[in-house]
């Protein structure tokens, strides 16, 4: 199988605080982590591709102060949202991929919500 | 630029009814892979099959079946005698075959069809 966990599954935080979010790939090893946020009913939005050992990038308007992305190994990837916000309130779902151009695999996803 | 579109925002069947959910997507990659998800109400995202771009051949699992046509560069997909299980949202994705520089490639989503199967 292929299978991704992530924890916590929900949270909710005050503002300010900041909360940090695990993604795992369970019986394989990652070489690339994606990370997105879904908004409800909409589709997943593309935040950040993290390789292991490197530097996460980030897209075009995702604010990688605010959204801090660590890869330390092949099977986790860690995302830190720092000084949350309730307009960061979302589902966040994270996927893994064996190789460049394997299938990405999902999370189940975190709802973070922000008061 | 690479776009997909799902037309049908809902969709909602009687059960044992055969739905078609549609999927048009634009590359000018001549390499790249198809992709659909489900996305039940817990809310993990399935993968349900990858189609390479070269390979044309309709594929079935099951209830499940899928009609890539290049040249009208859609990707259906059908669900044969629905199931309330089935109830979902379903995404059409695509990837190019490598990103720039050989990084990872990434998937483009469509918005989404939401299918409502009841009894």
């Known amino acids: 199988g292929a299978v991704v966990s992530q924890h916590p599954s929900w949270v909710i935080c005050k503002s300010g605080t900041s909360v940090k979010i695990e993604c795992r790939s369970l019986?394989?090893?990652?070489?690339?982590m994606f990370w997105y946020r879904q908004f409800p009913k909409q589709s997943l939005m593309l935040m950040a591709t993290?390789?292991?050992?490197?530097?996460?990038?980030?897209e075009q308007g995702v604010e990688k102060d605010k959204f801090l992305i660590n890869h330390a190994s092949l099977t986790l990837s860690t995302l830190t949202v720092t000084s949350a916000h309730p307009e960061d309130s979302s589902f966040y779902i994270c996927?893994?991929?064996?190789?460049?151009?394997?299938?990405?695999?999902f999370g189940p996803g975190t709802r973070l919500t922000v008061l | 630029a690479q776009k997909v579109t799902q037309a049908q925002t809902e969709i909602s069947v009687v059960e044992k009814e055969d739905v078609t959910l549609d999927c048009v997507y634009e590359?000018?990659?001549?390499?790249?892979?198809l992709f659909w998800y489900k996305q039940p109400p817990s809310g993990e995202l399935v993968f349900l099959i990858r189609?390479?771009?070269?390979?044309?051949q309709n594929e079935i699992s099951g209830r499940y079946s899928w009609n890539f046509q290049k040249s009208t560069s859609s990707f259906n997909f059908t669900i044969t005698a629905s199931q309330v299980v089935d109830s979902a949202v379903y995404f059409c994705?695509?990837?190019?075959?490598?990103?720039?520089?050989?990084?990872?490639?990434?998937?483009?989503f469509g918005t989404g069809t939401r299918l409502q199967v009841t009894l």
């Open positions: 994705a695509l990837s190019e075959a490598l990103g720039s520089a050989g990084t990872a490639s990434k998937l483009t």
């Open positions: 019986d394989f090893q990652a070489t690339t």
């Open positions: 590359t000018r990659d001549t390499t790249y892979y």
């Open positions: 996927s893994a991929q064996r190789g460049r151009t394997d299938t990405q695999y």
């Open positions: 993290s390789n292991e050992g490197s530097k996460a990038t980030y």
């Open positions: 189609r390479n771009s070269f390979d044309e």
